[in-house]
């Protein structure tokens, strides 16, 4: 019971010993692996001792993780239960988190469930978007967030009625829930649950083939926390005695004495991270801010610019083609276009910009699509063109830095007033947002000062 008072907020007010579970399941789990509280990441995993470079930590049978066609025959009772396989139907393939969620509703409404130890343990409540009060959604500020919010929240509602109807004249036996009530409240739980903590990974589809895209919860596994400088993977592995599909965690680096167990749970931007997971990273390398294409708007910032007649808006045949190519114009075109992460300036922007405000179409036509899409090949139409397209970009921010309602220095001192944990973690979202603005703006600055130098020599010389 002494490690059981650090779970606060937990499903179970005491849950079982999970290392004790696996280990009773036929798992391994190394003697100096403990269940930490995080100072800020809730429960963690933590190394008591020093581990060496490739230690395993963690091994997994395989009928331990959790999936949406578990191998019941090992774990449970009964296969899946046809109602389940009928509501997982509607649910789209982009909120898969959902589908794996009702099997986790499923298993949490059992007596007995072979997984309780696991499921006692999983937090209460998810400080995620769609539990957000109104307010803070409104606060996250930045509009292809609020869209995926609602979206999510919408998803929920409606298929709350769904599952409502789906289990209206069930007899007792047949109800996949043990009775229970299910609602949009307690799907969004099982879709937090499953979104903030489960992998996915090689495994057997219902169908019986082996896909290397499973979602499953994977016990114990998923109290790491996540770093992009990770100290430990996951590695799948046959068993030496059978063809048994074995989850592992590895370690990458030594790990020295308290050091926490951390995995990447992969390059993510931060929306991801805040829908997913509840939580927003400083300076992610991987945070970006979507704009769409838009004829009209890259007039303006190009004017803005100083171009004195760009031609977005109406570009001419040999433009729009290119334009085609780069699926920014023609039937279906793809208009959601980033700045920042990797990129700096997502390849297909880029080009357009280099092609739009390109006068010669033989010296574009000359080029191929990668070299006028790559931010290293540097100035491939001349100069002065090169400068013209950075140019719309840094106002391209401007306006995009325009569309937030308050500023970060604003937001910085409503921090250190003292916000509820849904206000802060919106407003660290809006800062991380306008912040990937400006690092864009102040890099192109950088690259337009370097440029008008050379260019300056070039006219001089
Ligand atoms: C897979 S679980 C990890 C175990 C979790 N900390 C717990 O208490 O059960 C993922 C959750 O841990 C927290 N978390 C993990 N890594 C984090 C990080 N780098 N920053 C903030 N929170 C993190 C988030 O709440 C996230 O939804």
């Known amino acids: ?122 937090p209460e409540t998810f400080n995620i978007p769609i539990f957000f009060p109104g307010e803070d959604i409104k606060n996250l500020q930045y509009a292809p967030l609020l869209y995926q919010v609602n979206k999510r929240c919408r998803f929920l509602l409606d298929f709350e009625q769904e599952v409502k109807r789906a289990l209206e004249n069930l ?107 509840g939580f927003v990273i400083p300076s992610n390398p991987y945070d970006c801010i979507e704009l769409k294409y838009d004829g009209a708007l890259l007039d303006a910032a190009s004017m803005a610019a100083g171009v004195s007649s760009p031609n977005f808006s109406v570009p001419s045949p040999w433009q729009k083609e290119i334009l085609c190519q780069l699926k920014l114009d023609g039937e279906a075109p793809l208009l959601k276009v980033c700045l920042g992460g990797s990129e700096l300036v997502e390849g297909r922007l880029l080009a357009a910009l280099r092609v739009v405000l390109a006068s010669d179409m033989e010296t574009v036509q000359k080029l191929d699509l990668d070299k006028l899409k790559s931010i290293s090949v540097e100035a491939p139409l001349g100069i002065a063109n090169e400068l013209a397209a950075f140019r719309t970009v840094i106002a391209l921010c401007v306006i995009a830095l325009g569309h937030f309602p308050t500023k970060i220095m604003e937001d910085e001192s409503l921090l250190q007033k003292g916000v509820s944990d849904s206000t802060q973690l919106a407003i660290q979202f809006r800062i991380e947002k306008k912040s990937v603005i400006i690092d864009v703006m102040r890099d192109l600055t950088r690259r337009v000062k370097l440029l008008a130098s050379k260019e300056t020599a070039t006219s001089q010389g």
């Open 1 to 122: 019971a002494s490690t059981s008072t650090s779970y606060p907020g937990r499903l179970a007010p005491y849950p079982p010993d999970l290392i004790k579970w696996v280990r009773r399941e036929g798992g391994f789990v190394h003697e100096a692996v403990k269940i930490a509280q995080d100072s800020s990441f809730g429960l963690g995993l933590v190394a008591i001792e020093e581990i060496p470079k490739g230690s395993e930590l963690i091994v997994l049978p395989e009928h331990v993780p959790l999936r949406f066609g578990s191998l019941e025959s090992e774990g449970g009772d009964g296969g899946l239960d046809s109602v389940l396989v009928n509501l997982a139907r509607h649910v789209p393939e982009e909120l898969w988190a959902m589908k794996l969620g009702l099997k986790l509703l499923q298993e949490r409404a059992k007596t007995g469930s072979f997984w309780w130890p696991y499921i006692s343990s999983l």
């Open 171 to 277: 007899k007792p036996n047949d109800h996949p829930f043990g009775g229970q009530a299910v609602d949009a409240s307690s799907l969004g739980w099982a879709m937090s649950a499953v979104s903030s903590r489960a992998f996915r990974l090689y495994g057997k589809k219902l169908s019986g083939e082996i896909n290397n895209d499973v979602p499953m919860m994977l016990p114990l596994i998923d109290m790491c926390n996540h770093s992009f400088k990770p100290n430990a993977i996951i590695l799948q592995d046959q068993d030496d005695r059978d063809v048994k599909m074995l989850v592992k965690v590895v370690t990458e680096t030594g790990i020295k004495q308290n050091d926490c167990l951390v995995l990447n749970y992969g390059c993510l931007n931060n929306d991801l991270f805040l829908l997913d997971y």
